[in-house]
């Protein structure tokens, strides 16, 4: 009897030792696995005018975005909604096609019918992004990309004119830093052409300087920061600052608010916007 259960007690040890070997070579697979990947820094990620995918992106990586907002254009409100699909077809190297929607409704300001735009789908927008640098020792990456946008005719002039009435092309160029302690920065700058397809519309070009700061929540992927998006075009300069949080509701989904404060009002007064992130089948640690 007692042999037995000392028998017992060493096979219930040896098992122990067994299982304890196995976590630890798969903890060593886990972490070589980990190591095989190319270096990818994190960056505080900019809610409104956001990154083709991840700077440093790996290859497999992908993420869905619903985003909607409201903006206050001062004869009329206009509702603008998107839905986003970006994916990282290999090591940095990030694409995405989106089709954003906007909807225009009265405020009830006199006059403001003749002056409301056309209901429609705004555009057909597809991108690509390259990360060209990625250093450790600065906590920096750096890419390049471009947008290409088709933009459609207003719902209600379809059935008179050709479906699409212009191209947008928009090269850029990214670069971020880390600053170790918390602290993000990031700018976002190109310029912007507008190619119409018929004579009644005329080609237009702006350049865009967007600068982002943020402080992300150690060991979270919370975060509260500020953008400012800067658009010069010919005798004009526009910015709106726009304030923001991102919260993680859970590992693979997170919310974006965004609020939106033009310095000159002209055209618009206060905005806002959210957006829903969601990376399917892809963990954080």
Not at 69 to 81: Q, S, V
Not at 125 to 141: G, H, I, R
């Amino acid at each position: 009897m007692y042999c037995r259960k000392t028998i017992s007690i060493y096979l219930v040890l040896a098992l122990l030792c067994v299982s304890q070997i196995l976590r630890a070579q798969d903890a060593e697979t886990t972490q070589e696995k980990e190591s095989e990947k190319p270096l990818k820094i994190e960056h505080a990620e900019p809610l409104f005018i956001d990154l083709i995918r991840d700077l440093g992106a790996r290859k497999g990586e992908r993420e869905w975005n619903v985003g909607m907002g409201m903006f206050d254009r001062l004869n009329y409100d206009k509702y603008e909604a998107l839905v986003e699909y970006e994916w990282a077809a290999r090591d940095r190297l990030g694409l995405e096609i989106e089709v954003p929607v906007s909807i225009y409704t009265s405020n009830g300001l006199e006059n403001s019918n003749g002056m409301r735009p056309s209901n429609r789908v705004e555009s057909i927008k597809t991108a690509v992004q390259w990360t060209f640098l990625v250093s450790e020792k600065m906590n920096t990456s750096m890419a390049i990309g471009g947008i290409n946008e088709f933009v459609f005719t207003p719902l209600d002039s379809i059935s008179t004119s050709s479906i699409f009435e212009g191209d947008v092309v928009n090269p850029f160029l990214i670069a971020a830093t880390n600053w170790r302690n918390g602290f993000h920065s990031l700018i976002y700058t190109g310029p912007k052409w507008f190619i119409p397809f018929n004579n009644e519309l005329e080609s237009e070009f702006e350049y865009e300087i967007n600068t982002n700061f943020h402080y992300m929540i150690p060991n979270t992927r919370n975060f509260i920061g500020v953008e400012f998006n800067k658009t010069l075009s010919e005798n004009d300069f526009d910015m709106t600052i726009r304030p923001q949080m991102r919260v993680s509701i859970s590992d693979n989904l997170l919310v974006g608010i965004v609020g939106g404060i033009p310095i000159n009002r002209q055209s618009e007064r206060l905005s806002s916007f959210i957006r829903l992130i969601y990376e399917p089948g892809h963990r954080h640690r």
